[in-house]
């Protein structure tokens, strides 16, 4: 479509809408500004995996295995973006039934330059949910840091897209069932984080804590980098979060607007139970509360006002922290880079909280009201409830069954004490990060 | 001739060397060290898991003087490197029985 062809008819849709009916006013027209938005909605989400998260996580690790991390997050991108192009958007986003896609829309079939998601071309649509179906495998490998085999991680992530990713992705986003229930999920609180949460969670379980868990010290060895990672995962959930209207609109504003807040909000509650706890606040703290504000906004963020979001990234960095806490001090579960309570229970969170913020009955509080079908706030919270327990329990089961088969297939899914003691840069990549 | 190796905190170091150099002392010799004594360690949290860091920044300061000059260089030392609180550091005196200086090839008395 040229330009000139374009303009034509925005500007002549309002007028011949009104002479020739609805069929030719239903007629989805293609939009310049939507399309650029979601352009660069889809830069802005990858920039939250590369370099975001490789740098966010990278400095989390110790020095010895700081390039492992990076190259697990580029390797997964690379991977995740070309399964995603030949099956996973298939799987998620073609008709299928109410559990999972079909093979239709394999290798973009029967999808050109001119075929519309809506009002922008599919194939920008299916390279947005790319960078989605790239983040959220990358998420999960906090839990095994470390310590896992680079082919697991390799077998791992590619199996869990297709079989994890895909069909969550479908039953919240793609039509499926959950969609029909009227499940709210804004920009992935389900979808991503509580997926990336449990995988994670479920990782650390399988392959056991890191030889000195609890007993030596395990520390960040560049929180600088972690910070700098931090700021980018902030700057592109705006792509995130904003993204996920699909236009350039009000709605996208006011998600913007919302996840910023509650990042803020987060950031400050997390800073300040650390301030109150221990005399100090910590810079690790600061942007763990942000990723926790984000985490738990992002399911609810188009659904919720700006001061709804202020009190969903309170909740969100309250919940975490003592999450945090006591996943690792009472549960000693080796998550290495804290993925469950920060990504999983934000997810679960903010899961819960869209169905109740997303109220217009809460004052200055309220949001834009429930799901079609869903008439009670008791209604709302039930579909969310319920999308929260069969994301969790299918992620779980799924993501076990995949570590246990991978085990076997690989002999072993992590690396011998030996190797984990020298550090997965040299002993899987046969470099190092620093020669300082 | 005397060996004076004092360990102070980092903060201090230009205090010292100043206080040094009013007495005559021409030369020092400064490393970056680690350890602890009175004070232990400090403890550090990343998101609630607690690590003991038993090995605080310190600087050793070694010098080399006559014997005469003993009392006057741990006083000028103690006088600029105290603070009164606990980690302020320690100061050992030994017998050095032997300097040379490389480029002259002096020895003892004339070599400090």
């Known amino acids: ?436 | 001739m005397k060996l004076i190796t004092a360990i102070i905190k980092p903060f201090k170091i230009d205090d010292v060397r100043e206080a040094l150099t009013q007495l005559g002392i021409h030369g020092m010799t400064v490393t970056e060290v680690r350890g602890f004594g009175r004070q232990k360690g400090h403890t550090e949290l990343y998101r609630g898991a607690e690590y003991a860091v038993d090995f605080l920044p310190k600087m050793k300061l070694e010098i080399a003087i006559l014997d005469e000059q003993e009392d006057a260089v741990i006083e000028a030392i103690i006088e600029a490197a105290h603070t009164g609180k606990v980690g302020d550091g320690k100061i050992f005196v030994t017998q050095l029985e032997q300097v040379v200086r490389v480029r002259t090839k002096e020895e003892g008395v004339d070599a400090v």
């Open chain 1, 1 to 436: 479509m040229t330009f000139a062809n374009t303009l034509l008819r925005l500007v002549l849709l309002p007028a011949l809408s009104g002479f020739t009916g609805s069929a030719f006013a239903d007629e989805v027209q293609f939009s310049g500004a939507n399309t650029a938005w979601i352009l660069s909605s889809s830069a802005l989400v990858l920039l939250m995996t590369l370099p975001g998260l490789a740098l966010f996580y990278g400095g989390l690790v110790r020095s010895k295995n700081v390039l492992s991390i990076l190259m697990q997050c580029f390797s997964i991108a690379a991977i995740a973006s070309v399964l995603w192009f030949v099956l996973g958007y298939s799987l998620a986003f073609s008709e299928g039934n109410g559990f999972i896609g079909d093979f239709s829309k394999a290798l973009l079939a029967g999808i050109d330059r001119d075929s519309l998601f809506g009002d922008i071309p599919e194939p920008l649509f299916m390279l947005f949910q790319m960078t989605f179906a790239v983040i959220t495998p990358a998420l999960i490998i906090g839990g095994f840091a470390e310590r896992m085999k680079f082919s697991a991680v390799l077998v791992f992530s590619a199996a869990w897209l297709l079989l994890v990713y895909a069909p969550i992705t479908h039953w919240v986003w793609g039509g499926g069932w959950l969609a029909q229930m009227g499940l709210y999920d804004f920009a992935g609180g389900t979808v991503v984080h509580i997926t990336a949460g449990v995988a994670a969670l479920v990782a650390a379980k399988v392959l056991g804590p890191r030889k000195g868990f609890l007993n030596s010290a395990i520390m960040p060895h560049n929180l600088t980098m972690t910070v700098t990672g931090a700021g980018l995962l902030w700057v592109g959930w705006f792509g995130f979060n904003g993204g996920s209207a699909l236009g350039a609109n009000g709605t996208a504003a006011m998600a913007i607007l919302a996840t910023h807040l509650a990042a803020s909000m987060g950031a400050i509650t997390w800073a300040g139970i650390e301030w109150y706890k221990f005399g100090k606040a910590s810079a690790l703290g600061i942007v763990t509360g942000m990723v926790a504000g984000l985490g738990t906004i992002t399911p609810a963020s188009g659904y919720v006002g700006p001061a709804g979001a202020i009190v969903i990234g309170l909740l969100g960095g309250i919940v975490c922290f003592f999450s945090t806490v006591y996943i690792k001090q009472k549960l000693k579960i080796d998550d290495s880079l804290d993925v469950f309570p920060v990504h999983g229970v934000g997810g679960i969170l903010g899961t819960l909280l869209a169905g109740i913020f997303s109220s217009t009955q809460l004052g200055i509080f309220s949001g834009y009201g429930f799901a079609e079908g869903n008439e009670t706030m008791l209604e709302q919270l039930s579909v969310q409830a319920i999308g929260v327990v069969a994301t969790f329990a299918y992620t779980a089961i799924v993501s076990w069954l995949l570590f246990v088969i991978i085990g076997k297939l690989l002999g072993g899914l992590r690396v011998s004490t030996e190797k984990e003691v020298n550090g997965l840069d040299i002993s899987e990549h046969e470099e190092s990060g620093y020669s300082l």
